[in-house]
């Protein structure tokens, strides 16, 4: 398997591999410009977006700064908005349902390390896929974790740090987040 296959397997590969070194540059190059395109410009913004990820509805809009990986593997539904340094490393498939919204400094984070500090030292790592359902809101500096699936109808409290998936109809918080209480 090349380095690019085990990555989206979520087995162990190399980053510094040259094709996934130069898919990042080529995505940093894209980003580059979206992030220079003015606020005002949303149909240039759109298509730019539409472009970069791997899938998009129609509707859909992100504030600068925002930064990715690879963006390939990111796919977002209808009505999508995504509010300032939003980050998305998206060394898995992220799947982020209908009328969902980011709010400012929100990382949702597929890549990870292994535990094992001498593994580790050796630069390998892994990739699990996020996924986010439909009408879920993100609160502020709020982290998404490896592997985790939210679904329908979640509000993330600000700050919150999400280390394992939650269903339906919830408001989660704290670190780590818990239910903090149904969405009525």
Not at 45 to 65: H, N, P, V
Not at 77 to 90: K, M, P, R, T
Not at 143 to 157: C, D, M, S, Y
Request: charged fraction near 20%; charge should be positive; aromatic fraction near 8%.
């Amino acid at each position: 398997m090349t380095e690019l296959e085990k990555m989206l397997a979520g087995e162990l590969y190399f980053p510094s591999d040259k094709l996934l070194t130069s898919m990042r540059k080529a995505c940093r190059k894209q980003l580059d410009i979206l992030n220079a395109t003015c606020q005002t410009e949303h149909k240039r913004r759109t298509q730019l977006l539409k472009a970069l990820f791997g899938s998009t509805g129609k509707r859909l809009y992100i504030e600068s700064s925002f930064k990715c990986d690879y963006g390939d593997n990111i796919h977002v539904g209808e009505n999508f908005y995504a509010n300032f340094n939003c980050v998305i490393l998206d060394a898995a498939k992220v799947t982020i349902g209908d009328n969902c919204m980011i709010a400012p400094q929100v990382g949702i984070y597929t890549a990870t390390h292994p535990i094992n500090a001498e593994q580790r030292a050796t630069g390998i790592e892994f990739a699990k896929p996020i996924t986010l359902g439909d009408n879920c809101w993100i609160g502020g500096n709020a982290v998404i974790n490896p592997g985790v699936t939210l679904g329908n109808n979640v509000v993330v409290a600000s700050g919150a740090v999400v280390t394992k998936s939650f269903g339906d109809n919830v408001v989660i918080g704290g670190n780590p987040a818990r239910v903090i209480k149904p969405v009525s």
